[in-house]
């Protein structure tokens, strides 16, 4: 009688769990890579100790007017959207109120 198979099926669960470890690191690896090589509209990926202290407050503050930007396009397009609805709505009502009120 042999009482170790549990024992067994434990220790190839870990190695099958390490086996899947390696492989999502070197997915991540892969991964980060292939974001850092792209550049994106705002920033270059750069080590931010490369830059002078004059640089990096020149895009700080360009990122801080872009995402101020942002914010006011997605309230104006949020506002007009709020104000057509409202609009949609109360010639909805108009037009139920006089269709019920005339029948």
């Known amino acids: 009688m042999s009482f170790a198979g549990h024992a067994l099926d434990a220790i190839q669960r870990i190695q099958y769990n390490r086996s899947i470890l390696k492989l999502h690191r070197a997915r991540y690896k892969e991964l980060k890579q ?36 942002d914010r006011q396009k997605s309230f104006l397009i949020s506002g007009f959207i709020t104000l057509v609805v409202i609009g949609l709505i109360y010639f909805a009502a108009e037009f ?8």
């Open 34 to 69: 292939a974001v850092s090589k792209i550049k994106s509209e705002y920033h270059s990926f750069h080590d931010r100790n490369q830059f002078s202290e004059k640089e990096l407050e020149l895009y700080k503050n360009r990122i801080k007017a872009k995402i101020k930007q």
């Open 96 to 103: 139920l109120l006089d269709y019920f009120l005339k029948s």
